[in-house]
């Protein structure tokens, strides 16, 4: 096998507000570091080995950088934006010179009506919300109706909320599919994102089943670089739907960051693919966005404590690389994801030990050093950190 990258986005897991944070309503938010200090503790050996706690800013008790074992910084969003979309193809190589549209007034009137006769339906809500909270609101009245809800946030997304029992998930999915068709040129979104959710009126709950119906990248991104030249790409959890499909091989849309952990390990042992580019959903889809920090602070210390069996599935030619596309600090008083630096950690065998990478100017640091170990290739965007890392 050639050289191999597992990358692993930690959906939210920002380390500490961008300097222009305060232009997008963020001052002050810092995912790891408020979790920590409303908490009292975060205990993440595992990852601060990795160089995590030694991050400038990073506010977790630091290691002596000789018992650090990998390279560590954290880097920059140059697209203008604080969403998955912007922050994944930023990763993968990708800047947004233009941010994705927004609806903080909700949708246009004619938008909704040419999507209500497409489905054969009406619609409720058409404002932007939290999605536990709208499904408490309008719950009981779509239940009735059969309208489905439709909502949005502070991200670039079209989001459609309906109860499984009421429209079937093959017909939801279908229901998005047809707004993904609608909204694109002036009207268009990063992401449709189909919301399933069950349960009684007073509990309804989320499941599982959400989808996603991206947009497709504007631009090039290392996926297809990688692709045309023969390499085997591997998306997992929404990696996929992030890049409308594009540039993936194979994929396995897990719903969990235990079900992605288990699938990045599975395709690391089978040893078929040249990038295992994984996201882990949990943090910010049941955490984050539901200001639930006892939660997001027990789901990344369930993940520290699987980082040792990421290592030990590790060959010599691997590199390993753990970041994150954004922040959710769920010690706010917003729901949505905060503008934050993420942090960037990259360990291989054979690598020279505690190298403090800096802060990065753009996330595409990151999809240029994945592109050059794998194919020897220079990205045409950001900067490759490989030469620090002495690989």
């Given amino acids: 096998m050639d050289r191999r990258v597992v990358l692993i986005v930690l959906d939210s897991v920002g380390i500490g507000a961008l300097p222009d944070a305060a232009d997008f309503g963020d001052e002050g938010s810092h995912t790891l570091g408020n979790i920590l200090a409303r908490r009292g503790r975060l205990d993440l050996p595992n990852l601060a080995r990795l160089g995590l706690a030694n991050i400038e800013d990073a506010r977790l008790p630091a290691l002596d950088p000789k018992g650090v074992i990998a390279g560590y910084g954290r880097a920059i969003e140059r697209s203008h934006g604080k969403d998955t979309t912007s922050g994944h193809w930023e990763i993968a190589g990708l800047i947004l010179e233009h941010a994705l549209k927004t609806y903080p007034q909700g949708f246009p009137a004619e938008l909704i009506r040419a999507f209500e006769k497409k489905i054969k339906r009406g619609t409720l809500g058409n404002v932007v919300a939290s999605g536990t909270e709208i499904i408490k609101a309008l719950g009981d009245e779509h239940v009735r109706t059969g309208k489905p809800i439709v909502y949005t946030s502070a991200d670039s997304v079209f989001q459609v909320a309906a109860h499984e029992s009421v429209i079937p998930l093959e017909e939801q999915y279908r229901i998005c599919e047809i707004a993904r068709g609608l909204l694109t040129g002036e009207n268009s979104v990063g992401r449709v994102i189909a919301r399933p959710f069950t349960g ?3 509990a309804y709950v989320r499941t599982p089943n959400r989808k996603d119906f991206s947009l497709p990248p504007t631009g090039t991104t290392i996926l297809d670089g990688l692709v045309v030249q023969g390499y085997d790409t591997v998306g997992i959890g929404k990696i996929e739907d992030i890049f409308a499909r594009r540039g993936i091989m194979k994929s396995d849309h897990t719903k969990s960051n235990r079900e992605g952990v288990d699938a990045t390990l599975r395709f690391m042992r089978q040893n078929s693919a040249h990038l295992i580019f994984t996201n882990l959903v949990d943090y910010d889809m049941l955490y984050g966005h539901r200001n639930d920090v006892e939660g997001y602070a027990a789901a990344l210390e369930a993940f520290d404590a699987r980082v040792p069996e ?7 030619t691997d590199l390993l690389i753990i970041t994150a596309d954004h922040g959710c600090d769920p010690t ?3 729901t949505d994801h905060s503008r934050e630096y993420i942090p ?3 360990y291989a ?3 020279k030990r505690g190298v403090a990478l800096g ?3 753009t996330f595409a640091d990151i999809g240029c050093t994945v592109y050059q170990y794998i194919c020897g290739k220079r990205w045409p965007v950001g900067n490759s950190f490989l030469a620090e890392l002495e690989l």
């Fill in 344 to 346: 960037v950690l990259a």
């Fill in 359 to 361: 802060t990065r100017s």
């Fill in 310 to 316: 990421l290592l030990d599935a590790m060959e010599e």
């Fill in 332 to 334: 706010t008083a917003s």
């Fill in 200 to 202: 009684e009126s007073g």
């Fill in 349 to 351: 065998k054979s690598m």
